[in-house]
């Protein structure tokens, strides 16, 4: 598995090894031993989340704020624009983003540390995104950052306003939400 930091050095990018031949492929995206010898990190996945989305659909800024969750986001089918945005106080990074593309043909994963909002916008027609997440979902703890905060400036590739839920509609600017210590 290769591994890549990004901008924000916690966020990393991931490439399992493909196996490819006339018939197909075949790729292992997660194995403990070796996501923990390609990273350093010692995470214990308990839950899998699995999404579908349309086109234009905006997903996010999502965080909880206890029982924080780190994600490892891989694309199953489609296209998307991942986005993490550091909501650590104490990190030299914070109210930072990294956006980056990941799609099914690449097989690339991004890891999102705890202490950062998460979300994604679909590029193509439609997405299929599955992420393993390192703590429960908490619906009482779980808060969202607002997507196109002035203050984050955040380059969503889009053509025209998103889809959004009214919870995303509804997300905190980063002046007032709730963040880690």
Do not use: C
């Amino acid at each position: 598995m290769k591994v890549a930091r990004t901008a924000i050095a916690e966020v990393l990018l991931l490439e399992p090894r493909l196996f490819g031949d006339e018939r197909g492929f075949f790729v292992e995206p997660y194995n403990k031993r070796a996501f923990r010898e390609a990273t350093g990190l010692e995470v214990d996945f308990v839950q899998d989340n699995h999404s579908r989305s349309k086109r234009g659909v905006l997903r996010g800024l999502h965080y909880q704020i206890r029982q924080p969750q780190g994600k490892l986001i891989r694309v199953l089918a489609g296209r998307i624009f991942d986005v993490a945005v550091d909501l650590r106080r104490h990190s030299p990074s914070f109210g930072q983003w990294v956006g980056l593309e990941l799609d099914a043909q690449s097989v690339r994963m991004l890891w999102i540390p705890p202490g950062f909002a998460h979300g994604f916008a679909v590029l193509s027609e439609t997405a299929d995104v599955l992420y393993k997440a390192s703590d429960y979902y908490a619906p009482a703890h779980e808060r969202t950052l607002r997507w196109d905060d002035p203050q984050l400036a955040i380059a969503w590739p889009l053509a025209g306003a998103p889809t959004l839920s009214d919870k995303d509609r509804r997300g905190a600017a980063l002046a007032e939400a709730e963040t880690y210590a």
